[in-house]
């Protein structure tokens, strides 16, 4: 069950207003306006904002900053407009609002949903004080593309992934229970952008998806379902095409799929401007055209462009627009603001507003960056710094003492990062800790390479901190090249050659090319941009306080060549295989080595694990079965076999060698992420159904199919694991 069915007394209030409400009226709560700072093209401002709500034609704003702006702009609409229905503030709070978690990459990098929650729930607290109500999050949008600036805002390649965060990030933010959002910590979440924006060719921000109805199904779907299943209050319509239809005027997706067979019944909201962007695309003939195609595809709310108030009483008069999806519309606007209890309670206390970080929510960021970093190399026993034996420490690098670590779509006004140079004065205050910059983070100035080269070579250990800006990932961020920008390889390069023990610490947003370094350097661990407490968590893992545990929730390319290269692809009919790669006429590149340079899944930690075969409760069940909803239980004896206590992410694949649709390689089911003492064993369990075993057909009715046969099953420490079991199913 999706959504509580709306309650009699909703229903009832629903029905009395629309009976009330004048067709400009209804379209009105239809609009929505920026209010003051743009984030696209055609920003709008206060005045034109507050005209409209005072007449009565205005359901929602976004971008209102501050509980008085919030208290002030609601006031006209309660107190001003003939009807006082309240307006619904939203905000992009995609990582935090004061307190900035790590990015949803990094986060996805936990392989645990936990961290995302708890990002949910502080976000939820500090925004709705705020006068916000609604956050145009969780982002779900599955991609294979790292040049794309917005695989930051989610969480990475893996459908399954993707689908467990997007329920944690949506309990987060609503809580347990979405027909009532009321709460003054929880706000309303935004499943987006549906659907398939990751699929943008060549990672173009807004560019072309042309997708089979399976692939739509088993890879960009999933996460989208999953979050309807757990009460997403809304869903954004996403910028590009689908298959040739653009996503805001695709009625099979957003009202066949997403509305009647999902049973959704909260808001479609816009992009920014995505609905009079059906003319450029080349599918709206002009503004009338644009908003009835968008309108009568299942879009209930437009965000910044105007054709549905503009345009709206024309079309319903010549009758190009159903009065009953008009009413629909306004209905799911109503239903939402009454959910969020803004009827009763439409203003903030001012005084409550919370204002700044807190201890205890910047400890909160803190532990989930430590979790969300991945240790993607450690030879010589380079890490953990033992505080004991580095006396002097060297800390170099562009983002060795930058507060710019926060990530794409930290909020105006949030606190900047803590450095991580600061990080590691505050964890090792024996040791002499140097810094030099060495050269900025883009451009040609190598002058401070030989005081970098100068202050490594004399210190016991040296950490350079290198990546990319926040500014070069996110929306509209989209890089050609994936290598460290600037002269940042040459700095790597000529502090290795000093021989004192070097450990990288990599900043960014999306997977970066490494091969030409990464040999050259013992350690590399991940940070991501890790957010305001990006320090003292980079200084956490570095010391073993914190023990290492995150996981790749993307394929590491060796070069921008390989791309799209992601663990879950389809099988072809001649893969590469390394047992004989001189075979020429078999899937693969002739002038670089088959492979990633990290896989999916792949992270270390500081000590070691063994993973015992898997025991199936049974090896063989029926379609039958799995359908009337039986399941299968896996079991992986886990043992931490090294001599420090640490965490590991058990992963359990599965695969479909011969089904009437080439299935993956390899489809993530299950994780686990557990901690376990030295010498420590024990089991982890995972369940198997037949969303699990089976998948989506070709067919735009929506099959789901499960198809007798084998299901390989493979359990590891990383997506790169051998079949273990085999589970038949006749
Ligand atoms: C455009 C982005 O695609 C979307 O994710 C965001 O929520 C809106 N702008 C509003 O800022």
């Known amino acids: ?53 005072r007449k009565g034609l205005l359901g929602s704003v976004l971008n209102v900053v501050g ?28 990582h935090g609002f004061h307190t900035t978690f790590p990015i949803p990459l990094a986060q996805a990098a936990a392989f645990d949903p936990a961290v995302t929650r708890t990002d949910g729930e502080v976000s939820a607290a500090e925004a709705r004080s705020n006068g916000i ?70 990672g173009r921000d807004y560019n072309t998806v042309d997708v089979s109805e399976q692939r739509l199904r088993n890879l960009y779907l999933p996460p989208f379902e999953a979050a309807v299943e757990a009460g997403a209050a809304t869903v954004m319509a996403a ?64 965000m910044v462009s105007t054709t549905f108030a503009d345009h709206g009483r024309s079309l319903l008069d010549s ?45 909160a960021a803190r532990a989930a960056a430590g979790r969300c970093m991945v240790l993607l190399k450690n030879e010589d026993g380079v890490l953990p710094l033992d505080a004991g034996i580095v006396r002097s420490l060297a800390v170099v690098g562009p983002f060795a003492d930058s507060g710019d670590l926060l990530g794409t779509w930290s909020l105006p006004g949030a606190p900047e990062a803590v450095p991580v140079l600061r990080g ?66 040459e700095l790597v390069a000529a502090v290795a050659a000093t021989g004192t023990p070097c450990v990288v610490v990599l900043v960014g947003g999306r997977p970066l090319t490494i091969g030409a370094w990464a040999d050259r350097v013992p350690a590399i661990v991940m940070a991501w941009h890790p957010g305001i407490e990006a320090g003292p968590a980079v200084a956490d893992v570095l010391t073993g306080a914190v023990a290492p545990g995150g996981k790749l929730p993307v394929t590491f390319p060796r070069t921008v060549g390989q791309i799209p290269l992601y663990h879950n692809h389809e099988r072809t009919g001649r893969p590469y295989d390394p047992a004989t790669p001189q075979e020429k006429y078999v899937s693969k590149y002739l002038d670089i080595a088959d492979g990633p340079q990290f896989p999916f899944g792949h992270g ?54 011969a089904a009437s649709i080439a299935q993956p390689v390899r489809r993530l089911r299950g994780f686990r992420r557990i901690r376990l003492a030295a010498g420590e064993e024990r089991t982890v369990r995972f369940t198997l159904g037949a969303a699990d075993v089976g998948f989506w057909t070709n067919d735009p009715a929506g099959v789901h199919t499960v198809e007798p046969g084998e299901i390989h099953l493979h359990t590891g420490t990383s997506s790169h694991t051998h079949a273990r079991q085999t589970l038949l199913i006749t």
């Open 319 to 363: 009758g190009a627009l159903r009065q009953d999806r008009l009413d629909d519309a306004v209905a799911r606007v109503l239903r939402l603001k009454l959910r969020l209890g803004l009827f009763e309670r439409p203003y903030v206390d001012e005084a409550a507003a919370i204002t700044a970080p807190s201890t205890r929510t910047r400890a």
């Open 1 to 53: 069950m999706p959504h509580d069915a709306t309650s009699d007394d909703h229903q009832t209030r629903i029905e009395d207003l629309l009976g009330r409400m004048t067709v400009e009226e209804k379209l009105g709560q239809l609009q929505q306006l920026a209010w003051a700072w743009n984030t696209g093209p055609g920003g709008g401002g206060t005045a034109d904002v507050e005209a409209a709500a």
């Open 133 to 202: 109500h609604w956050t145009f999050s969780p982002m779900m949008d599955v991609t294979h593309e790292p040049r794309w600036g917005r695989i930051a805002e989610s969480t990475g390649e893996d459908p399954y992934l993707a689908a467990r965060y997007a329920v944690a990030k949506v309990h987060g933010y609503q809580g347990g229970d979405p027909s009532d959002l009321s709460a003054p910590d929880r706000v309303a979440a935004c499943a987006k952008h549906f659907a398939a924006y990751g699929g943008a060719e060549g």
């Open 67 to 94: 509980a008085a702006n919030s208290n002030a702009l609601q006031r006209i609409a309660v107190e001003e407009s003939r009807l006082g229905i309240p307006l619904v503030f939203g905000l992009d709070v995609i």
């Open 604 to 657: 270390l930690s500081y000590t070691t694990f063994a993973l015992g075969d898997p025991a199936l409760s049974r090896e063989r069940i029926t379609t039958d079965e799995l359908h009337a909803g039986a399941t299968v239980e896996v079991a992986v004896p886990v043992r931490n076999t090294g001599a420090r206590d640490g965490e590991e992410v058990v992963q359990l694949y599965v695969q479909d060698p």
């Open 239 to 302: 910028f590009n095409t689908i298959s040739g239809v653009p996503a805001h005027a695709n009625a099979h997706t957003l009202t066949g799929i997403l509305k009647q067979d999902w049973g959704f019944d909260g808001v479609v909201v816009s992009d920014w401007t995505g609905v009079r962007e059906l003319i450029a695309h080349g599918n709206a003939a002009d503004e009338a055209d644009a908003g009835r195609l968008a309108l009568s595809a299942g879009v209930d709310m437009e």
């Open 424 to 489: 590691l004065r505050e964890a090792l205050p024996d040791a002499d800790v140097t810094h030099a910059r060495g050269v900025p983070a883009d451009g040609p100035d190598t002058s401070g390479l030989a005081e970098a080269v100068a202050v490594a070579a004399a210190a016991d250990a040296v950490v350079v901190v290198v990546g990319e800006p926040p500014a070069v990932s996110g929306e509209a961020a989209v890089r050609s090249d994936l290598r460290l920008p600037g002269r940042q390889e």
